[in-house]
């Protein structure tokens, strides 16, 4: 993975804006007793989100990451177990308006963008050729014009990563150049909105559009990969979410929306990533 300074350079975005790194939705390895037999279930990964409800919602287009998200990293096939979910956010949005946006496929590391083209073809979309990385917002602008009629706040923004994938989800709105975003965070241009500032009005509580794109977080971890930063970056959630008023309470309106819950029965029992609520706890144990 080669050096990412966009990434490198979030925590000092977060501090000036530390809403960056909520996600509007995560999905967590969740077991909820419905009654003394039924057991249900959420899975960490795309399993678990409802794109049918999406798109009734008005979403019409949506982003994924590709390692730990929809393949293991430096694979170009789709983890088996995802094939329904797949299928299904294909036939939600069309292929069309489903868009593979990877640090590693499509970059300049990859030569000739032969990656791209293998991945593309095995998970049936597009995958985006981009000299920049996630999140910085060269990369978000040409995720956006590889989608054309498609507004941010139509999207979704799915990735198992909060400092690449959550946040550029959060920058796919923001003022394009320096100069209007400076404007903006000094109160002398119209500022942008995100997620949080309109479920803080209850505007997407109902399943009315957000003015920013839904980013969802897949805490999944289907091979082990920068595990010290994927803890940093859980407890920063989680220290955020603490600190914002109503983050916890917005996020948790939008999962009961879009999180879906499956009996826990055979079809769900299927080989599954290890979630993050597990590594959180496992942790500090080490120590
Ligand atoms: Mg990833």
Same mark, same amino acid.
């Given at each position: 993975?080669?050096?990412?300074?966009?990434?490198?350079? @979030?925590?000092?975005?977060?501090?000036?804006?530390? +809403?960056?790194?909520?996600?509007?939705?995560?999905?967590?390895?969740?077991?909820?007793?419905?009654?003394?037999? %039924?057991?249900?279930?959420?899975? /960490?990964?795309?399993?678990?989100?409802?794109?049918?409800?999406?798109?009734?919602?008005?979403?019409?287009?949506?982003?994924?990451?590709?390692?730990?998200?929809?393949?293991?990293?430096?694979?170009?096939?789709?983890? /088996?177990?995802?094939?329904?979910?797949?299928?299904?956010?294909?036939?939600?949005?069309?292929?069309?308006?489903?868009?593979?946006?990877?640090?590693?496929?499509?970059?300049?590391?990859?030569?000739?963008?032969?990656?791209?083209?293998?991945?593309?073809?095995?998970? +049936?979309?597009?995958?985006?050729?981009?000299?920049?990385? !996630?999140?910085?917002?060269?990369?978000?602008?040409?995720?956006?014009?590889?989608? /054309?009629?498609?507004?941010?706040? %139509?999207?979704? @923004? @799915?990735?198992?990563?909060?400092?690449?994938?959550?946040?550029?989800?959060?920058?796919?709105?923001?003022?394009?150049?320096?100069?209007?975003?400076?404007?903006?965070?000094?109160?002398?241009?119209?500022?942008?909105?995100?997620?949080?500032?309109?479920?803080?009005?209850?505007?997407?509580?109902?399943? !009315?559009?957000?003015?920013?794109?839904?980013?969802?977080?897949?805490?999944?971890?289907?091979?082990? %990969?920068?595990?010290?930063?994927?803890?940093?970056?859980? +407890?920063?959630?989680?220290?955020?979410?603490?600190?914002?008023?109503?983050?916890?309470?917005? +996020?948790?309106?939008?999962?009961?929306?879009?999180?879906?819950?499956?009996?826990?029965?055979?079809?769900? !029992?299927? !080989?599954?990533?290890?979630?993050?609520?597990?590594?959180?706890?496992?942790?500090?144990?080490?120590?």
């Amino acid at each position: 993975m080669p050096f990412n300074l966009p990434a490198t350079l @979030v925590p000092l975005y977060a501090l000036l804006n530390p +809403r960056l790194l909520l996600p509007s939705i995560t999905v967590v390895r969740l077991l909820l007793s419905i009654s003394s037999k %039924e057991i249900s279930s959420s899975q /960490p990964d795309i399993r678990s989100l409802n794109f049918a409800a999406l798109r009734d919602a008005g979403y019409r287009g949506a982003i994924f990451d590709k390692d730990n998200c929809l393949t293991l990293p430096h694979s170009d096939n789709l983890i /088996p177990e995802l094939e329904a979910a797949w299928s299904e956010a294909l036939r939600a949005f069309g292929p069309s308006h489903i868009l593979v946006v990877s640090n590693s496929a499509g970059t300049r590391d990859d030569a000739a963008q032969l990656q791209a083209e293998s991945v593309a073809y095995h998970l +049936r979309a597009p995958v985006l050729l981009h000299t920049a990385l !996630k999140p910085s917002y060269s990369c978000a602008a040409a995720a956006l014009a590889a989608l /054309p009629g498609l507004a941010p706040h %139509e999207l979704v @923004v @799915v990735g198992d990563r909060i400092f690449t994938d959550v946040v550029i989800a959060h920058r796919l709105s923001h003022p394009r150049t320096v100069l209007s975003r400076v404007a903006a965070r000094l109160g002398l241009a119209p500022a942008h909105r995100s997620a949080f500032d309109d479920t803080a009005s209850g505007d997407n509580l109902v399943g !009315k559009l957000s003015h920013a794109p839904m980013a969802v977080w897949t805490t999944s971890l289907w091979a082990r %990969e920068s595990v010290a930063m994927r803890w940093a970056e859980a +407890r920063l959630v989680r220290l955020i979410e603490r600190c914002v008023e109503g983050a916890r309470e917005r +996020r948790v309106a939008l999962e009961e929306q879009f999180v879906r819950f499956a009996l826990d029965n055979e079809n769900s !029992k299927g !080989k599954a990533g290890r979630g993050w609520f597990s590594w959180v706890k496992a942790l500090p144990k080490l120590r």
